[in-house]
């Protein structure tokens, strides 16, 4: 033996690498004791070297007929003869699932005798001839690239008499596929049995490399150095007779997540009918006779236990006997994967394998309304999508086309969703911009007035959009030769930055479900994490608590912009007023109301940042620098920050004093302004702190912290600033996606802390361990990666802001690092 294969009974279950998913489930349930078809598995090994040397491994063959001789003993039939004929299933598994990507084959193992002599065991010429023609196909189609036979097949087969005699029914039905298959290709299917499966195996091999393998890799992010293993496996036949059939059950229901069985079973069939949707099957609580469902639901719920997990099981029946043949964690949809943890949970799993089984991708599904992906995939694929602009505000919305905010409005409060199609926005959009359930524009990038307004509201926005002509004057929309009339229904994805025309189902999953509330509760537990929750607007602020946010974090600039005050700061600035001399007044006003809904909790504020690198246009950053230089720098007007103080300080007072509130100023990277800035606040009522945005103000974190009340580190713009990056372009997909498919990156700095932030977030780290009396917390922007957090927690900070939508994912992302999933 050279090694490469293993039969179900000695294999290590532990060993999916080797094993594959298949292989490792069908070990697994071989030494439970179950009833599985016996068989053995070529591991990936000789897959991978398959594949490098576009040669059969040395060995390989000898190995695969010396396990075959095994196998004959053990089921007491012959491979290629009789009395008893033994056919194989060749199947591949990989140590990732991938259904439907890689190629099987049933019924190995036919050649005339065989035929005969299983006519003779069965009494069933036409179930011989089925086998015949449905072997014939599948090798036919995967192993020379072959097409269906056709209707013409099935129809001699169906002319078959049962009892007929097995010899010539061989020959006429293996003559007919042989013809079809000459006509198709010119190619023939050997009649050996050993070189049928020496070449089926060599087919599984080569279909780890197909095109839709390979896809589907890119697509779920499968490494694609793995291989597969090959599982052979004695045949069960499930279309041998009316107490025979074949199933797939879920031991819970993967769409709704909720317990019992679910799934479906078609008798008088084999696997293959189940799935390919040629055949209606029945539900399984209703298809099976009573002993065998009783006997499926008792094994499906022991096989849950043990995995700990909700599993996707197929079975055949062959003559009222159960067998099964494959197990495997069941995909499942976002709302049934919050569920199925939770109820796991509830039952007494540990907290651990609950959480495995969840993952914070599934949590921002769950938590956002969404359109149907089937739909969407054949609006792209139709004539529906309009344009593709740039996105600016995730969301997937769908809405009645407006084209002014006055309408905008008007509709929104008669009920009507709109989307609000603008040239560009201005200060005079906001209230159609507040009104809207999505926002697009022609011109204007990520940091433009739409973009920003957006982002601080958590409106769906696309903007750039450049194709799109906004004609107000005949109230419609042109983009090429196609009009839209104001009124249209459009949808609008904010995170691909697509525009179709017409609605899509969406869905609306309730994201503070008692299922989700439970769940995060433990992770949050078991994390012993804060996370703070970014709010612009006292609505905000009850969603933030139903996130389960410890407290809250905002800016001055985004509460400007989101109430329209921002773009008249900005021109006074411009103009012949100071600009200043209001923004105690503005402060005090639209912070108030903030203030009251936050009750006692706290409230972190980020001052106005006149330099910020997302807000560029519509800050008119360098007009503003020209004519006033010093608001480049952090405390260069100290005047601007006592009036924030002080408008905060009034808030405070107005709204009842019970939050605990603090002003953190940007940039901040030396003691000398962190004292600078406790004296600004000393006597206010509201602390004061430093958001950290520079590799100089991480190392000095300790000094800064303590001087100060609190201090936040920018992971987004501390790693884009120690790649050479603006912090803007952590948040998009290109020009990055292009550039680490170039290999110019070893890691990806959007999912992954690089090696030298995590060197200044240690110092930042320690920073927090000397100085108790300073809160220290990160900043974080966008998406957070499950590896991010994990990577962010072993460095030991438990205190996070996040965007309000990221509340939920994050709380969870915690919970699995804490526990090591």
């Given at each position: 033996m050279t090694g490469l294969?293993?039969?179900?009974?000695?294999?290590?279950?532990a060993d999916v690498d080797r094993l594959g998913g298949k292989g490792a489930g069908l070990a697994r349930m071989t030494q439970q004791g179950l009833r599985v078809p016996p068989g053995y598995v070529i591991g990936t090994d000789a897959c991978r070297s398959y594949l490098a040397e576009k040669a059969v491994p040395g060995g390989l063959v000898d190995e695969v007929f010396a396990r075959l001789t095994e196998l004959e003993a053990a089921t007491g039939k012959a491979f290629g003869g009789g009395p008893v004929p033994l056919l194989l299933s060749v199947r591949s598994g990989a140590p990732v699932s991938m259904p439907g990507m890689m190629d099987t084959i049933l019924n190995l193992g036919l050649d005339r005798g065989?035929?005969?002599a299983l006519a003779e065991a069965t009494g069933d010429a036409r179930f011989v001839a089925d086998l015949v023609a449905r072997f014939h196909a599948m090798y036919a189609e995967t192993v020379l690239d072959a097409l269906d036979p056709g209707a013409g097949i099935d129809a001699l087969v169906e002319a078959v008499d049962p009892g007929e005699d097995a010899g010539p029914v061989y020959d006429r039905v293996w003559a007919a596929c042989e013809q079809a298959l000459a006509d198709d290709t010119?190619?023939?299917?050997?009649?050996?049995?050993?070189?049928?499966?020496?070449?089926?195996?060599?087919a599984?091999?080569?279909?780890?490399n197909t095109r839709r393998a390979r896809t589907y890799r890119d697509h779920h992010g499968i490494p694609h150095d793995l291989g597969t293993a090959v599982v052979v496996q004695s045949m069960v036949f499930g279309n041998l007779s009316a107490d025979s059939g074949s199933g797939v059950v879920f031991t819970r229901n993967p769409v709704t997540g909720e317990p019992g069985l679910f799934g479906e079973y078609l008798a008088h069939s084999q696997g293959e009918?189940?799935?390919a949707g040629t055949r209606?099957?029945?539900?399984?609580?209703e298809a099976l006779a009573p002993d065998v469902l009783d006997e499926l639901r008792t094994t499906c719920d022991d096989l849950e236990r043990n995995h700990g997990d909700v599993l996707d099981i197929e079975f055949t029946v062959e003559r009222s006997a159960l067998y099964f043949l494959q197990v495997r964690s069941a995909k499942r949809t976002a709302e049934a994967a919050v569920r199925i943890a939770a109820d796991l949970a509830s039952e007494g799993l540990p907290l651990e394998q609950a959480l495995r089984h969840v993952t914070p991708a599934q949590i921002r599904q769950v938590q956002r309304p969404g359109f149907d992906d089937a739909e969407v995939e054949r609006a792209r694929a139709g004539d529906r999508l309009l344009t593709t602009g740039i996105g600016a505000c995730p969301g997937q919305v769908s809405g009645?086309?407006?084209?002014?905010s006055d309408r905008a409005k008007e509709q929104a409060d008669a009920g009507r969703p709109v989307i609000l199609a603008r040239p560009v926005t201005s200060p005079a959009d906001l209230h159609g911009m507040i009104a809207a359930q999505g926002i697009v524009t022609a011109t204007g990038g990520s940091t433009s007035h739409a973009a920003v307004v957006a982002r601080a509201l958590g409106t769906t926005c696309v903007v750039g959009a450049s194709e799109i002509v906004v004609d107000e004057s005949a109230r419609t929309v042109r983009v090429g030769d196609r009009t839209l009339a104001e009124g249209d229904e459009v949808s609008l994805d904010g995170a691909s930055g697509e525009l179709f025309a017409g609605g899509f189902t969406t869905s609306t999953p309730a994201a503070a479900t008692a299922a989700l509330g439970e769940l995060l509760g433990l992770a949050a537990g078991a994390s012993g994490c804060a996370v703070l929750s970014r709010v612009t607007l006292p609505a905000d602020v009850a969603a933030a608590r139903?996130?389960?946010?410890?407290?809250?974090?905002?800016a001055v600039d985004d509460v400007l912009a989101a109430t329209g005050h921002l773009d008249g700061l900005v021109a006074s600035l411009l103009g012949d007023g100071d600009g200043i001399d209001r923004i105690a007044d503005l402060v005090a006003q639209e912070f108030t109301p903030i203030l009251e809904a936050a009750g006692d909790g706290e409230v972190g504020v980020r001052a106005i940042d006149l330099v910020a690198d997302e807000a560029r246009e519509l800050l008119q950053q360098t007009a503003v620098t020209t004519r006033h230089p010093e608001l480049s720098v952090p405390l260069g007007r100290p005047a601007l920050i006592e009036a924030q103080l002080s408008g905060l300080a009034r808030a405070l007072a107005d709204s009842g004093g019970r939050a605990t509130v603090h002003l953190a100023v940007r940039h901040l990277s030396d003691p000398a302004e962190a004292r600078a800035l406790r004296a600004l606040g000393e006597g206010t009522g509201i602390g004061v702190g430093a958001y950290l945005t520079s590799p100089r103000g991480a190392l000095g974190a300790g000094a800064i912290a303590e001087a100060g009340d609190v201090v936040w580190l920018e992971v987004r713009a501390v790693q884009a600033a120690m790649f050479g990056l603006p912090a803007r372009q952590l948040l998009t997909a290109e020009p990055l996606d292009g550039y680490l498919a170039r290999g110019m990156l070893s890691c990806d700095p959007r999912t992954t802390v690089d090696p030298s932030v995590q060197t200044l977030l240690a110092h930042v780290a320690d920073a927090a361990a000397a100085v108790p009396g300073c809160r220290v917390g990160l900043r974080l922007s966008g998406e957070v990666s499950q590896e991010a957090a994990g990577q962010l927690l072993g460095l030991g900070f438990r205190r996070f802001a996040v965007d309000a939508a990221e509340t939920r994912p994050l709380v969870l992302a915690l919970g699995r690092a804490a526990l090591g999933v």
């Open positions: 294969t293993l039969t179900f009974t000695e294999a290590d279950p065989a035929a005969v010119g190619d023939s299917v050997p009649d050996d049995p050993r070189a049928q499966l020496v070449g089926a195996i060599e599984v091999f080569r279909s780890w009918d189940v799935v209606t099957p029945d539900p399984v609580t009645a086309l407006v084209l002014d139903d996130a389960g946010a410890a407290g809250l974090v905002t």
